[in-house]
């Protein structure tokens, strides 16, 4: 039996799915829980996710750090593993991905909730952080970040959340489970054809109603990362969300959709932000040893994978070219 819910959280769409389990000992039980409480339990731990995440919430702990940049702060292991995450991210990515770059988040705009952006006018935004991802420190449950620096988790938080929750459904008894966060999606365990059948999940495209091309999961995950959804205007300029620390502007590649499958859910939005700031010419150059696969578009809606993504979409293959135009 699969059970799903739909809700919002950490300013994106949430999508659950769960088997339940089928031992001899515990299947109905776990059967019964499918029913709703597994489904509890994993918003629950999504909000609770949220709250400790969100840099637009005054009290959570990615805040507070902001708050006391420069000095310790004692935080919960759910945000230690964040942070060592970030760092690491920043490493594998050659710093196309920093965790410290809230101040040009903010001054692109992005000062609230996207929620909140969409409903009302914007104007560049007055910040004094600055990048300093290289120094940050961890201790144990302790963090501390450079002096004038502001964190901000990004996308990484919905696939690490995407990580924690679905380990933890297993852990209770499910036979399966799908977390979609906000784009970034990682399964564990039997699909609903039962063990050993996997998952069937859609490649979106902000622009169309269906997917670009379906792709098979067993145990993984997958992330799109592009700058065709969250817009907004500045005076008359476009804005996106995804920044390029090296110049702490949006992004001006000529990628605009990149879709990661990897073995983790932080891993593969990581990656896809990268290979999307990376353009067009040389798109995959940081794959290598990841044993992730990638596929990408264009301005003009041309399509590039890697070699090995063709393994995920059986005999179905990837479109040369993608027409869409933008809702109206």
Not at 12 to 20: C, I, M, R, T
Not at 234 to 249: F, K, Q, S, W, Y
Not at 257 to 278: D, F, H, M, P, Q
Request: with cysteine; hydrophobic share 40%.
């Amino acid at each position: 039996m699969m059970v799903e819910r739909r809700f919002r959280v950490m300013g994106s769409d949430a999508h659950l799915l769960v088997v339940g389990g089928a031992d001899d000992d515990a299947g109905e039980a776990v059967e019964a829980r499918a029913d709703g409480s597994l489904l509890d339990h994993a918003q629950q731990r999504l909000e609770q996710l949220e709250g400790l995440w969100s840099r637009f919430r005054a009290d959570s702990e990615v805040t507070e750090l902001t708050e006391r940049a420069g000095e310790w702060v004692e935080v919960s292991e759910e945000t230690a593993l964040l942070v060592r995450r970030a760092v690491e991210a920043w490493r594998i990515s050659g710093a196309s991905f920093d965790p410290t770059v809230l101040g040009d988040m903010i001054r692109a705009g992005y000062d609230r909730s996207f929620d909140a952006l969409a409903q009302a006018p914007v104007r560049s935004g007055l910040s004094r952080l600055l990048h300093g991802a290289a120094d940050i420190q961890v201790d144990g449950n302790r963090v501390l970040l450079p002096e004038g620096t502001g964190f901000d988790p990004g996308g990484i938080g919905h696939g690490l959340a995407a990580d924690f929750v679905s380990a933890e459904l297993v852990g209770l008894g499910a036979a399966g489970v799908c977390i979609n966060v906000g784009g970034d999606l990682r399964v564990r365990g039997a699909g609903s054809e039962g063990p050993g059948s996997g998952w069937t999940v859609g490649i979106e495209h902000p622009w169309l109603d269906e997917p670009l091309a379906l792709a098979g999961l067993l145990d993984g995950a997958m992330a799109t990362s592009t700058t065709l959804k969250r817009q907004w205007t500045v005076d008359g300029e476009a804005r996106h969300h995804l920044i390029d620390p090296g110049t702490g502007e949006p992004s001006q590649s000529d990628l605009t959709l990149v879709t990661i499958i990897a073995t983790e859910g932080w891993r593969a939005e990581v990656l896809a932000k990268a290979v999307l700031l990376r353009g067009s010419e040389h798109p995959f150059d940081l794959l290598g040893g990841t044993g992730a696969e990638a596929m990408c578009l264009d301005r003009e809606g041309r399509v590039q994978s890697t070699d090995g993504f063709a393994a995920f979409l059986g005999d179905a293959t990837l479109p040369e070219v993608v027409e869409a135009a933008p809702p109206a």
